[in-house]
């Protein structure tokens, strides 16, 4: 079954960096986009970047834009988005999730998010 799983999230003071994993299973990962997630306490879940299948960070939130990068190690199975001078603001979980096709309908899929605390 199709499984992702994040990880790599904590407590950074403002200014640091993190690296957000998500490790996938259970499709075929190479030909999947990638979406990155976050929600933070009280607001609505908000879309912070897409990695397309070639590889390519695209719709990068404009509050992320310039600190956050996204890739993707197709042979590992696995989507990262690096995380830099991070803000207080940056606090959330953090999901990714993947989209397929199933019996003629789009599932989204997602991971139990990783939580990313950043102090001022």
């Known amino acids: 079954q199709v499984q992702l799983v994040e990880s790599g999230g904590g407590l950074v003071q403002s200014g640091g960096s993190l690296r957000l994993s998500c490790a996938a299973s259970?499709?075929?990962?190479?030909?999947?986009?990638i979406k990155w997630y976050r929600q933070a306490p009280g607001k609505e879940r908000e879309l912070v970047v897409t990695?397309?299948?070639?590889?390519?960070?695209?719709g990068y939130a404009d509050s992320v834009k310039g600190r956050f990068t996204v890739s993707r190690d197709d042979p590992k199975n696995t989507a990262y988005l690096e995380m830099n001078y991070l803000k207080p603001e940056d606090t959330a979980v953090y999901y990714c999730?993947?989209?397929?096709?199933?019996?003629?309908?789009?599932?989204?899929?997602w991971g139990q998010g990783t939580q990313v605390t950043v102090s001022a």
């Open positions: 259970g499709f075929i990962f190479g030909t999947t986009a």
């Open positions: 999730s993947a989209r397929q096709l199933r019996l003629g309908v789009f599932v989204d899929y």
């Open positions: 990695i397309t299948t070639i590889g390519t960070g695209i």
